[in-house]
T-cell receptor
């Protein structure tokens, strides 16, 4: 069985500061990992994904994440926060290339202070 | 990518009634998924709907409560039956796109359901 743990249900950052959202997963097979963002009253939008290959993955809006197998982690970062980054972020894992099921973490709500 | 439209976007319903949510995709997809996002919580997969076969439900979800239709490769419906206040959630449709190995799910904006 898979599971995803996101440390911190709420994160507050100042505009221009580093954004770091933590995600740890549990999977019995090499995982496929994802970060999604949900803006208020909207659906989920894919930020980035890791399937195979390079462990540092770049996504949209300046976000990137690094897959660290030894740490079973897939933390999301952005060097400089923008007000528009205020949203909820979800880490998710899938065990299969077929993508039959995504298991989501509990989500982290990001507040950006001016 | 895939563009997904869900209807209705929100609804307020009375206890004991049923609501059918529609999900329309702008391209043909094999696999469609229905998720529930309860207030303040993460997403939980309800079921996987493949065209031409019965939906596959996750543990804790049953067909009598959440019947699903998948009449073609671009459309699906989820019905929330005999609703109670505990069914108040956001219900999201998603599709897998990109072919084997791509494993990317795209989500609709969701249906915000409140049950009184």
């Amino acid at each position: 069985a898979q599971s995803v743990t996101q440390l911190g249900s709420h994160v507050s950052v100042s505009e221009g500061a580093l954004v770091l959202l933590r995600c740890n997963y549990s999977s019995s097979v090499p995982p496929y990992l994802f970060w999604y963002v949900q803006y208020p009253n909207q659906g989920l939008q894919l930020l980035l994904k890791y399937t195979t290959g390079a462990t540092l993955v770049k996504g949209i809006n300046g976000f990137e994440a690094e897959f660290k197998k030894s740490e079973t982690s897939f933390h999301l970062t952005k060097p400089s926060a923008h007000m528009s980054d205020a949203a909820e972020y979800f880490c998710a894992v899938s065990e299969t290339a077929a993508g039959n099921k995504l298991t989501f973490g509990g989500g982290t709500r990001v507040l950006v202070k001016p | 990518s895939a563009v997904i439209s869900q209807k209705p976007s929100r609804d307020i319903c009375q206890r004991g009634t049923s609501l059918t949510i529609q999900c329309q995709v702008d391209s043909q997809v094999t696999m469609m998924f229905w998720y529930r996002q309860q207030p303040g919580q993460s997403l939980t997969l309800i079921a996987t709907a493949n065209q031409g076969s019965e939906a596959t439900y996750e543990s804790g979800f049953v067909i009598d409560k959440f019947p699903i239709s998948r009449p073609n490769l671009t459309f699906s419906t989820l019905t929330v039956s005999n609703m109670s206040p505990e069914d108040s959630s956001i219900y999201l449709c998603s599709v897998r796109s990109g072919g084997a190995g791509k494993n990317i799910q795209y989500f609709g904006a969701g249906t915000r359901l409140s049950v009184l």
